[in-house]
C-alpha cells in the first residue's frame, strides 16, 4: 500500500511542450523621450500625403543636382514675430462694397437663371472678388467670400451667418445684384489674424 502524505513523491508527468518564443517587437518609443518626436514625424511623414510645389527639372543637370533644387524650391520662409496687434490699414467695408457691386454688374450683365451656369460662375466669381479685394492692400487679413445666386420663384429667403471674431478689426461687406429671374448675393467677411 501507498503512504500519501507529504514526504510521498507525486507521479511525474512529461511536462507540456512550450511553442517556440517569437523574437519580441522593439517597443514603439514615447513621443516624451528624447529624439523620438522626431522619429514619429517621420514615420507620419512617410504615410502622408503632401502639396508639393512644380518645379520645372533641368534636363542637362544630374539626378543629385536636382535634389538640390527641389530642396529649395519646397523651403518655407520663417518670419520674426512682429508684435503687431491692430492692422496698418483697416478693413474698408464700403470701399469694398462698390468694388465688388462693380464686378457683379460687369460680370452678370445679360446673364439668365441657369443652376449648371451659375454652379460654375460663383466659383469664377468668388476667384475674381477675392482677387480684387485682395488689391486693396489689407495686410494679415484673411477673406471668406460667399456667392449665393438665389432664383426668383415667389419663396422667402433667409441667410444667418455667425462668428466668433474681433469687433475692432473684423468685418463685412456686402453687395446684391437683382435681375428678372435671380439674385445674385455676395459677402465678404475680413478677419484680422495678429
Known sequence: MEKRGRSAKAPSM????????????????????KEAYAQILRERLRESVHDVQ???????DSIADLGK????????LKFANSYRMEPLKKFQAH?????????????????????????????????????????????RYKFIIKVLFIQKTGQAINIASRWIWDVAWDSWASAKHETETYVALVLVFALYCE
Open 69 to 76: 533644387e527641389w530642396k529649395s524650391a519646397l523651403a518655407k
Open 95 to 139: 470701399t469694398v462694397e462698390t468694388k465688388v457691386q462693380q464686378i457683379l454688374k460687369e460680370s452678370l450683365q445679360d446673364v439668365k437663371y441657369d443652376d449648371k451656369v451659375f454652379s460654375r460662375l460663383s466659383l469664377e466669381l468668388a476667384d475674381r472678388i477675392l482677387s480684387s479685394v485682395k488689391e486693396f492692400g489689407y495686410h
Open 14 to 33: 512529461p511536462a507540456p511542450q512550450q511553442p517556440p518564443v517569437a523574437p519580441r517587437k522593439e517597443r514603439r518609443p514615447s513621443m516624451f523621450e
Open 54 to 60: 512644380y518645379v520645372e527639372p533641368p534636363f542637362d
